[in-house]
């Protein structure tokens, strides 16, 4: 699996952006889709996550409430839609793939695709 994201620019303060995590290759429906994000000197951390059966999401207690992931099959690409982002939100964001239990989905080891990252930047 190729992936591919997108979607990151700059915003200001309380600004919306929408991240696009595009597959090529095998059927990215039957992977846990995952974004994190990771500031420069500092660890990549957990963002959001859907499973590919049953499509529940999860997010980090950062960014729940204002984050949003989401599937589009006719795409084969999962999205993050971004809402009341704040200056923290500022890092660049990955998407990856894999098949992780449910108690690892957290944790980046588990995913074996990784997409090339898309800065956001928000300004305060």
């Known amino acids: 699996v190729q992936l591919q994201a997108s979607g990151g620019g700059l915003v200001q303060a309380g600004g919306s952006l929408r991240l696009s995590c595009a597959a090529s290759?095998?059927?990215?429906?039957?992977?846990?889709v995952a974004w994190f994000r990771q500031v420069a000197g500092k660890e990549r951390e957990f963002v959001a996550a859907?499973?590919?059966?049953?499509?529940?999401?999860y997010y980090s207690d950062s960014v729940r409430g204002r984050f949003t992931i989401s599937r589009d099959g006719a795409r084969n690409s999962v999205d993050l839609q971004m809402n009341s982002l704040k200056p923290e939100d500022t890092a660049v964001y990955y998407c990856?793939?894999?098949?992780?239990?449910?108690?690892?989905?957290?944790?980046?080891?588990?995913?074996?695709?990784w997409g090339q990252g898309t800065q956001v930047t928000v300004s305060s």
């Open positions: 290759g095998r059927t990215f429906s039957r992977y846990t």
């Open positions: 859907i499973r590919s059966s049953g499509g529940h999401t």
């Open positions: 990856a793939a894999g098949t992780p239990i449910l108690s690892a989905l957290r944790q980046e080891s588990v995913y074996y695709y």
